[in-house]
T-cell receptor, first 118, second 116 residues
Framework: KAGVTQTPRYLIKTRGQQVTLSCSPISGHRSVSWYQQTPGQGLQFLFEYFSETQRNKGNFPGRFSGRQFSNSRSEMNVSTLELGDSALYLC?????????????????FGEGSRLTVL | AQTVTQSQPEMSVQEAETVTLSCTYDTSESNYYLFWYKQPPSRQMILVIRQEAYKQQNATENRFSVNFQKAAKSFSLKISDSQLGDTAMYFCAFMTPWGRDDKIIFGKGTRLHILP
């Protein structure tokens, strides 16, 4: 079974630009969550999607947005990039909910997309 | 709001030694899950071990075990007979059960170096 795939792996942008990151979950996983990882803040939750609906959102400005498609693939977008947005963005998928199987918290992570904002 | 604190930003131990990573958390919930995730250098994060708060018995996975102290809200990870491949960033995480708030809250991580 293929793992979680994130694209692109590396990208460099300049301030003010926007970026779109993609995440393909493990087949059958309906939940996709996104995290921002920085050396100072660790892992911070951005948002989580389940069946194309955003169920949870972290404390990030509205410049950070996401969506999920009917095939569970997800994208996140960051508009008007700032220097502080430089980070590793991780995507994780999971089987969520007692009816869909899986154990709580069993996240499967991708390798991440490393964004550098100049 | 729940919080997770890892007080050791970085640790180094010799290969074959035992090391304990600390984690404390704060919650008003009585039922929840705790996790340790491992992120090796330039590799994907993986689940190491999981503990259900309603279970008194400490979880164990091969060389990895936890010391879960619910009253103290402490959840430490012990790695026995450490190996070079254990070098990684370790994250402690917290989650409430299904249907409450499915997002997982992570600590800031402990960078562990296993020295040859």
């Amino acid at each position: 079974k293929a793992g979680v795939t994130q694209t692109p792996r590396y990208l460099i942008k300049t301030r003010g630009q926007q970026v779109t990151l993609s995440c393909s979950p493990i087949s059958g996983h309906r939940s996709v969550s996104w995290y921002q990882q920085t050396p100072g803040q660790g892992l911070q939750f951005l948002f989580e999607y389940f069946s194309e609906t955003q169920r949870n959102k972290g404390n990030f400005p509205g410049r950070f947005s996401g969506r999920q498609f009917s095939n569970s693939r997800s994208e996140m977008n960051v508009s008007t990039l700032e220097l502080g947005d430089s980070a590793l963005y991780l995507c994780a998928s999971s089987l969520v909910g007692p009816l869909s199987g899986g154990l709580p918290g069993e996240l499967f992570f991708g390798e991440g997309s490393r964004l550098t904002v100049l | 709001a729940q919080t997770v604190t890892q007080s050791q930003p970085e640790m180094s131990v010799q290969e074959a030694e035992t090391v304990t990573l600390s984690c404390t958390y704060d919650t008003s919930e009585s039922n929840y899950y705790l996790f340790w995730y491992k992120q090796p250098p330039s590799r994907q994060m993986i689940l190491v071990i999981r503990q259900e708060a309603y279970k008194q018995q400490n979880a164990t996975e091969n060389r990895f075990s936890v010391n879960f102290q619910k009253a103290a809200k402490s959840f430490s990870l012990k790695i026995s007979d450490s190996q070079l491949g254990d070098t990684a960033m370790y994250f402690c995480a917290f989650m409430t059960p299904w249907g409450r708030d499915d997002k997982i809250i992570f600590g800031k991580g402990t960078r562990l170096h296993i020295l040859p």
